[in-house]
């Protein structure tokens, strides 16, 4: 069974500072990880994904996020944040095993941007 | 038309209606999921179809009934729902077994009154 813990329902920032979402996941067995962002009235796009290999992963609008094993997070940052940033922000897990295809998402993070 | 599609975007139905949401994708995908958010509540998986055919249903009330007809298309029949049914529904396909990266659709927002 999965689990996903996002810290803060919201969070603000001062546009320019740094972002930090955080992100804490339970799996029985090595975990797919993902953040998706949702904006306003749209589905949930796929910002960045943890699969194997390299634990730092990159992703798009400069959004990147690190796998801790030994601290089961998957914490999401960006260095300057942009208004265009203020969204909602979604956690998930997923088994690396091919039993069950769904993702257990986390119940999200609104994110302000200050100006 | 591109990635995931979802019709009609919003909803009204009174709680003796029937009315079905559309979902198509046009990935080329061979999964489609149906999700609930509700707010202040994690996304909840519905169904999942996978080369058209259900393998899973997370102990959804039967007034909700999908139907997956081909490869690119979902459908959520509705029928006799409740109130506490109001909720955005989305859409989301996949492809392959071994990462589920799934691309979602815009959602169709419910109110049941």
């Known amino acids: 069974a999965q689990s996903v813990t996002q810290l803060g329902s919201h969070v603000s920032v001062s546009e320019g500072a740094l972002v930090l979402l955080r992100c804490n996941y339970s799996?029985?067995?090595?975990?797919?990880l993902f953040w998706y962002v949702q904006y306003p009235n749209q589905g949930l796009q796929l910002l960045l994904k943890?699969?194997?290999?390299?634990?730092l992963v990159k992703g798009i609008n400069g959004f990147e996020a690190e796998f801790k094993k030994s601290e089961t997070s998957f914490h999401l940052t960006k260095p300057s944040a942009h208004m265009s940033d203020a969204a909602e922000y979604f956690c998930?897990?997923?088994?690396?095993?091919?039993?069950?295809?769904?993702?257990?998402f986390g119940s999200g993070t609104r994110l302000q941007v200050q100006p | 038309e591109t990635g995931v599609t979802q019709t009609p975007r919003h909803l009204v139905m009174g709680m003796t209606n029937k009315k079905s949401l559309k979902c198509e994708q046009h990935?080329?995908?061979?999964?489609m999921y149906w999700y609930k958010q509700s707010a202040k509540k994690p996304l909840e998986l519905m169904f999942v179809?996978?080369?058209?055919?259900?393998?899973e249903n997370n102990s959804v009330p039967s007034r909700f009934s999908p139907e997956c007809p081909n490869s690119s298309h979902l459908f959520l029949h509705l029928h006799t729902l409740q109130p506490e049914d109001s909720a955005l529904y989305l859409c989301?396909?996949?492809?392959?077994?071994?990462?589920?990266?799934?691309?979602f659709g815009p959602g169709t927002r419910l109110t049941v009154t």
């Open positions: 990935l080329g995908h061979n999964a």
């Open positions: 998930a897990v997923s088994p690396m095993d091919t039993g069950r295809r769904a993702l257990t």
């Open positions: 943890y699969t194997t290999g390299a634990t």
């Open positions: 179809y996978s080369l058209e055919e259900r393998v």
């Open positions: 989301a396909s996949s492809q392959g077994t071994a990462i589920y990266e799934q691309y």
């Open positions: 799996s029985s067995v090595p975990p797919y």
